[in-house]
């Protein structure tokens, strides 16, 4: 039996082999791999919370909604709470951001502050928690901006998804699992219960080029833009059609579990723009959901574009503003690219 190397051990040696300039990739500076430590200690937080369901009181909704307007659940709350208790003493952070908070959260000055930017999704797929299906926990991390003095502001965080120093998610399914990047390819780290502690369980993370899977809601089909019902279309199409070939579909209604899926077999998962509020360029948000997915993907040998252009490559206006996702097997997901081209 191979000896298991646990997440601590290969955050040390990503560490150790921290000798060049800090963003060498996979480097991995000391306040970085704190800041790994701490969220992923958060992310164990969370799973115990996750995993209690009924018996821990923490099903159901809190009567109070989030600045996206949505219902949240009570556990959206308790993650987002988790997280920003563990990370704020650590001297590793100067902010973060959250799907569940409408402005940045500045370390309080009775901690010291670090040079990285925290932003994350608490709990993705919160619609899922009442039926026990799986959710998970993004989270994304910035530098500070070179020369922006002591203070810290929303406008720190406005950067393109490829400024990104790590990125990463926990999906609570039937394995409690943290997946990763530095920059140097993609890992994953099963939860062992029994010594509590993540577990090396995948390295080199890889998504086939070409994929007969694909992942969206169908019941959206009459709002899509034609691109999206063309490629959608060929695929129903099957064997008999365009792409000679029979598709399967998946949509769980969970990014983080679609997106591990695709990490896992390959896939294509597109949330695209809609006509049922066309001034809204899709509905997931750029910063902590689809920057940090589409970095992994690009890590995994997979691709992520809006439909137009590549997706860490946008430049963000604001915090919370949404986005058109199309990401996953390289081929697929090039292909419908071009059709919103054609
Ligand atoms: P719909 C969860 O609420 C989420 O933000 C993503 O995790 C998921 O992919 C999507 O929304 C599901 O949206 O419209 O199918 O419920």
């Known amino acids: 039996m191979a000896k298991s190397i646990s997440l601590t051990r ?5 560490q150790r082999g921290h000798t060049g300039p ?23 937080s969370i799973s115990l919370a996750v995993n209690k369901g009924a018996l821990g009181g923490v099903l159901g909704t809190a009567e109070s909604e989030n600045v996206q307007g949505e219902i949240q659940k009570k556990l959206d709350i308790i993650a987002n709470e988790v997280l920003i208790e563990a990370n704020e003493w650590g001297g590793h952070l100067a ?5 569940e908070m409408e402005g ?34 993004i989270f994304s991390v910035l530098h500070k901006p070179e020369g ?19 990125a990463g998610y926990c999906v609570f399914g039937p394995q409690t699992t943290l997946v990763l990047t530095v920059g140097a390819g993609v890992v994953m780290f099963t939860l062992d219960r029994e010594q509590g502690s993540f577990v090396l369980t995948q390295e080199n993370v890889k998504i086939p080029e070409d994929t007969k899977e694909f992942a969206i809601n169908m019941s959206n089909m009459r709002h899509w833009g034609t691109p999206v019902k063309r490629y959608i279309d060929e695929c129903l199409q099957g064997v008999e059609g365009p792409r000679g070939k029979d598709f399967n579909m998946r949509w769980i209604a969970s ?39 589409s970095w992994l993907v690009e890590q995994a040998g997979g691709a992520s574009t809006n439909g137009k252009h590549r997706i860490l490559d946008i430049q963000p206006s ?19 690219t071009r059709y919103h081209s054609e």
């Open 10 to 14: 290969y955050l040390v040696e990503q």
């Open 22 to 44: 800090a963003d060498s990739p996979g480097a991995i500076p000391p306040q970085l791999r704190l800041l790994l430590e701490v969220v992923a200690r958060a992310c164990k």
């Open 95 to 99: 902010a973060m951001a959250s799907e």
């Open 104 to 137: 940045i959260y500045v370390v309080p000055n009775r901690y010291p502050q670090g040079e990285y930017l925290l932003l994350f999704d608490p709990l993705d797929g919160s619609s899922n928690i009442d039926v026990n299906v799986s959710i998970g926990t």
């Open 148 to 166: 922006s003095g002591a203070g810290v502001s929303e406008q720190d965080f406005l950067q393109a998804g490829a400024r990104q120093v790590a």
């Open 255 to 293: 990014m983080v579990a679609d997106v591990h899926r695709i990490l896992t077999r390959g896939g294509i998962f597109m949330y695209p723009w809609d006509k049922r509020e066309p001034e809204k360029p899709g509905k997931l948000r750029l910063m902590y959901e689809a920057n940090p997915m």
């Open 318 to 336: 604001k915090l919370h503003e949404r986005v058109s996702v199309i990401l996953g097997s390289k081929n697929e997901v090039e292909r419908v």
